[in-house]
């Protein structure tokens, strides 16, 4: 049991490297002017581009997870809380961001709302208006049961991770509701997930086995959100472990879900299994830390839309959303990425039962802005 925990330990050095310039990277996507954080450096320079509701929220995230919020100035705390504010529309109460197509894309209108209601809570701030479902503007599939499950069934899960996102986000509605009226939403919504989960993966939908992961994923945020057990844990861990084995991660994401979902299911894992899995996901992580000290989503590049999933050639990718540019697409850190890379360091220190300090460097994170 030792020489197990020297190995992890070992193998978690070999990650904590790869986080060396992080929070100087981070300071610099900061503009006080706004109170939010840019997606890319590519973003910081270039008129078009302007500080967004996702990558403010994910920054925010990253100061969270190295105990850094207590010590946020009153000034920039305060910025922080109006930009969220800002992005409020009185008449509907959703969030939006200045990108017109941004609006046209179900997940990013939904994780709008989250990501912001979520950020004021965490900065102490509030909501200036009723959101959405108050305010009598929530989609008409949440009036009843019936048009909530026509919804979830009317979803193409042709690729699983699109499908799956669309599934999960769609129940920032049911957050909105008194306690009793989302019990039969719920019943519905876990009676369909059973009915069409893969008997002998445990994944969802269609496409490789990064991308069912990745739909998988997605749908554990419903689970774990209302406190429902996932089913069929085993099978989707033997997945897990197959795909990590056999298929290259392209991507951050790819690279984040297994772990947060490894995570999530709180299963025994044999020793030998875990160090496997950590290391694998030490090495991919690797692949896609930046000279500028962040991380980038993918391998050649930061995507300029992070709403457009990474699609192999030949996958299909249903209803493929209007790209909403952050960046310029180049080799970069990106704060998608970025804050994906925190995550999954906490995760791989909780699945080996160590404690993770902040990283390296956290420290200088204010004296930098």
């Not at 769609?170 to 039969?184: A, D, G, I």
């Not at 180049?330 to 999954?344: H, K, P, R, V």
Request: net charge negative; with cysteine; aromatic share 12%.
């Amino acid at each position: 049991m030792i020489q197990n925990r020297k190995d992890f330990a070992s193998v978690l050095e070999k990650l904590d490297d790869q986080y060396h310039g992080l929070f100087h990277w981070l300071a610099g996507q900061y503009d006080p002017a706004t109170g939010g954080f840019y997606y890319a450096k590519s973003s910081i320079n270039d008129h078009y581009f302007s500080p967004d509701i996702e990558s403010t929220a994910q920054a925010l995230n990253m100061l969270i997870r190295n105990n850094l919020i207590d010590d946020m100035p009153n000034q920039m705390r305060t910025q922080m809380v109006h930009f969220f504010q800002s992005k409020q529309k009185e008449d509907s109460g959703f969030f939006y961001d200045d990108y017109p197509m941004m609006a046209k894309d179900e997940v990013m209108v939904h994780r709008a709302i989250n990501y912001s209601i979520n950020s004021l809570k965490r900065l102490g701030g509030n909501a200036l208006y009723p959101l959405p479902l108050e305010a009598k503007s929530a989609p008409d599939y949440v009036k009843s049961p019936e048009e909530y499950l026509k919804k979830w069934r009317s979803i193409d899960l042709s690729n699983s991770w699109r499908g799956c996102d669309l599934l999960a986000t769609s129940c920032v509605y049911l957050e909105e509701m008194p306690k009793e009226k989302r019990v039969p939403f719920l019943e519905v919504a876990e009676q369909y997930l059973a009915s069409i989960q893969h008997p002998q993966t445990g994944l969802w939908g269609e496409g490789s086995l990064y991308v069912r992961i990745s739909g998988t994923f997605k749908l554990h945020t419903f689970y774990s959100k209302f406190k429902i057990p996932m089913p069929n844990p085993d099978r989707i861990y033997q997945s897990i472990l197959t795909c990590l084995k056999t298929e290259e991660a392209v991507d951050m994401c790819y690279i984040r879900n297994p772990i947060d979902l490894l995570s999530y299911m709180n299963l025994s894992i044999p020793a030998h299994e875990l160090l496997e899995i950590l290391e694998i996901t030490a090495t991919n992580i690797n692949k896609l830390k930046r000279e500028d000290g962040g991380f980038s989503r993918e391998i050649e590049h930061s995507p300029p839309a992070p709403n457009v999933a990474q699609v192999k050639k030949g996958e299909y990718y249903p209803n493929m959303p209007e790209p909403v540019c952050l960046g310029k697409g180049l080799y970069e850190g990106d704060m998608n990425a970025s804050t994906q890379a925190t995550l999954i360091r906490l995760k791989c220190y909780s699945l080996a039962g160590i404690t993770a300090k902040p990283i390296k460097g956290y420290q200088e994170f204010y004296r930098l802005l």
